[in-house]
Every structure is written in structure tokens, then in C-alpha cells.
């Protein structure tokens, strides 16, 4: 068991605190029969192998034994490291798809900020690349086993071989049946909502998920998934009966859009958007509108729901700019709507530095202060001042 694992060069590989060394003490403490021990190693995994979703050079040969670990049935918190391992995968498709959308834009800050020359910048880039492709092909090389495990009888198990399914993106054609079965047929709704996501997000859209999304006798939370794959999958096209039902279960089951959201993050299955509330941008201008007042009341009386903040903008504003002088009677009903929510938020200017981000997205620069967003409001100002002119009192 673990054969090789001290036969690699860890101290030539790296992770996000330095060299790899330690990872192998960390590796043979997931088989511990003491729980704060296994405990600590996973917490150390996460920060060092996976900080913040990043790949590093010893992501790859850790893969290798996580597989093997997962192949004993003895091993402990099992469905912990498919969990791990699909956050790798995601991590590495996220970052990969990023790069070689903005190589270029990567490119010119490697040169402008490290000072790097050009020939160094894309040396770095392929090199980040490769790194990235070794720990994606490492995690698909147990793709059979994942896809045996989407029978465990552990819902935990059958979960997290899910979530790990959808972020290894070759396999998809070969896994959609399984997942279009799975959706009518497990007995955990979780499940069942992940693989509904899972079919919009591979655009394997049928009938069977408008027959759950229109199925009154379905669970919410599998109602809102099957809702949520179809906005996926038919985008502009999505139709004003399946916002009805989105709208309605996100007013009657807030928990409901909590939950999806968390699994959406809890594995990683963002290479196309971050959150889940992200594929809502894609509506056309009437849907969009329709769902912006139960989304509204959501963020205003749910304190778990902050991620909202963009989706309300983007709904609300689309691609429109508030011009500097514009002043709130500028606005359309449903952006004031949206605008006055935010202000009801006082939590939510804590990260002052994230609202001006998002507001100066839609032409409003308030610096992240919350009674400059209320001077707008009442009328007391435009959507820009000068720099001279602006506030400098606290929030």
C-alpha cells in the first residue's frame, strides 16, 4: 500500500507554503484511526495541495495516491477525497480555460508587474499549462471507478462521484445516460438535483427535466435543479413557465436555492460561472426582469445570500451604463428596486471593497461607502463626482 509514495522527489515539488516535503506524512495521516489526526491532514491538503483551487507541481503525484487510498474499502472519510479529488479537477479546468481565453492578458502582466521578458512570460504560461493538464489527466485515470461509485449505497459516496464526474469534461458524453437514470430514479434529492445540473451544464437538455421541473408532486429542490438545467441549457429561449416555477420555489423555498448553490461551489463546477444564480445572466430582458423581485426579497431578508449582489446588477442593468451625470430618475423601476435592496444590506458594506467593484460595473462609484449610495438615491447626487467632490466621511 502506498508503494512509491517516498520515492518521489517532494522536496523538488511545490505547494502553496513551499516545497512538498510534508505531503507524504499528511497522505498516510488520512488512514488514521484517530479522526482530529485525518482531520488535520485534509485541512492541511486543502491549504497547501489545493490553496484557493490552485494547482501546483506536486498536485498531479498526490492524485495518484488519493486514488489508491479510495480503492480500499477501509479507507476512512472516502467520500471526503472524491470530494478533494473534484476539486482538483475543477480547479485545473477553471484555471486552463482561463488562461487560454486571456493568454494574452496574462501575458502582459507577467511582463508588466514581475518585470518578466516576453520569452519568459510564455514560458511561464506553457509551463502553468502542463502543470494543470498532468493533474486533470492524473484525476480521469480512475474515471471507471468514479463512475461504479455512482451506485455505493453511501449518498455521500454517490454525491461526490457526481460532482467529480462533471468536472472531468472528456467523459461526458459517457456519462449523460447514467446521469439522465440518476435523476429520476436515486433516492437522495441531492443527488438527484446535482445530476440535473449536471445534464444543463453538459447541454444533455430532454424532456425528462421539463417533466420534473412541471411535476408538482417533485421535491423543491429537485424542481429548482431541473428548473436551473433548462435556464442552462436554453438560455435566451428559456421559457416564461419555467421562470414562473423558479420564481415561485425560490419566494416559497429559499433554502432550496442555499443548497444548489453550495453544491455548485462544494465541487467546484464553475468553469462556466462561479455561482449558480451566474446562469440567470443569459436571459432574455422580460425573464430576466420577471425573476429580479423574488430574487430581490431574497437577498434583502436572507443574510446567506450575498452572492446575489452581481446577478441583481447584471438583471437589472444588463449591459447598460449609468452615464456620470446620470441621477436616480434615470433609473428604471426594477433598478431602483435592486439599488434600494442593496442599502438595506448594511452587512454587505462590510466588503466595501467588493460593492464598489460591483457597483462601478454599472456606472455608480460610491467607493464602497454606503451613504454615498444613499445620496444617489434620495437625489442628492449624480452617478460620479469628482474625486475633490466626493464624501469623505465613513460609511
Not at 446535482?194 to 437538455?205: E, K, N, P, Q, V
Not at 421541473?213 to 429537485?222: A, H, M, P, Q, Y
Request: charged fraction near 25%; aromatic fraction near 8%.
Amino acid at each position: 500500500m502506498l508503494e512509491g509514495l517516498d520515492d518521489i522527489q517532494w522536496d523538488q515539488l511545490e505547494h502553496a507554503y513551499g516545497t512538498a516535503e510534508d505531503v507524504p506524512d499528511k497522505v498516510r495521516a488520512l488512514l488514521s484511526h484517530k479522526e482530529a489526526e485525518r482531520r488535520w491532514a485534509q485541512e492541511s491538503l486543502i491549504m497547501g495541495v489545493l490553496h484557493q483551487g490552485s494547482v501546483y507541481s506536486s498536485t498531479a503525484h498526490l492524485v495518484q495516491f488519493l486514488i489508491e487510498l479510495l480503492h480500499l474499502p477501509g479507507t476512512p472519510d472516502r467520500a471526503w477525497l472524491l470530494e478533494y479529488l473534484a476539486n482538483i479537477a475543477g480547479g485545473a479546468y477553471g484555471r486552463m480555460e482561463y488562461l487560454e481565453k486571456k493568454h494574452d492578458h496574462v501575458m502582459q502582466d507577467y511582463i508588466q508587474r514581475l518585470k518578466w521578458s516576453e520569452i519568459r512570460a510564455r514560458q511561464e504560461i506553457a509551463r502553468e499549462l502542463n502543470t494543470l493538464a498532468m493533474a486533470k489527466q492524473e484525476v480521469q485515470k480512475g474515471i471507471d471507478y468514479y463512475i461504479a461509485l455512482l451506485d455505493d449505497r453511501d449518498e455521500a459516496m454517490r454525491l461526490a462521484a457526481t460532482g467529480l464526474l462533471l468536472n472531468c469534461r472528456e467523459y461526458h458524453p459517457q456519462i449523460n445516460s447514467r446521469f439522465s437514470k440518476i435523476a429520476s430514479s436515486d433516492p437522495s434529492p441531492l443527488v438527484r438535483s446535482l445530476c440535473l445540473l449536471g445534464l444543463g451544464i453538459t447541454r444533455s437538455h430532454s424532456n425528462q427535466v421539463s417533466g420534473i421541473c412541471d411535476d408538482e408532486g417533485e421535491s423543491n429542490l429537485v424542481r429548482m435543479a431541473a428548473a436551473f438545467s433548462l435556464v442552462i441549457t436554453r438560455a435566451k429561449s428559456t421559457s416564461m413557465e419555467t421562470i414562473a416555477i423558479l420564481s415561485k420555489l425560490i419566494v416559497d423555498q429559499p433554502e432550496s436555492l442555499g443548497k444548489l448553490h453550495g453544491l455548485h461551489q462544494r465541487f467546484m463546477i464553475y468553469f462556466e460561472q462561479e455561482y449558480i444564480t451566474h446562469y440567470l445572466h443569459a436571459l432574455d430582458v422580460e425573464a430576466g426582469e420577471s425573476i429580479i423581485s423574488p430574487l430581490t426579497e431574497l437577498y434583502v431578508m436572507q443574510r446567506g445570500y450575498g452572492f446575489l449582489l452581481e446577478t441583481l446588477l447584471q438583471l437589472a442593468f444588463g449591459d447598460q451604463l449609468l452615464s456620470p451625470d446620470a441621477t436616480v430618475d434615470a433609473l428604471q423601476n426594477k433598478q431602483r428596486e435592486v439599488l434600494d435592496a442593496i442599502v438595506q444590506r448594511e452587512d454587505m458594506w462590510q466588503f466595501s471593497g467588493n460593492m464598489d467593484f460591483a457597483l462601478q460595473d454599472i456606472g455608480l462609484f460610491c467607493r464602497g461607502r454606503r451613504n454615498e449610495m444613499v445620496a444617489f438615491l434620495e437625489g442628492k447626487r449624480p452617478a460620479r463626482l469628482p474625486q475633490s467632490n466626493m464624501n469623505t466621511e465613513g460609511p
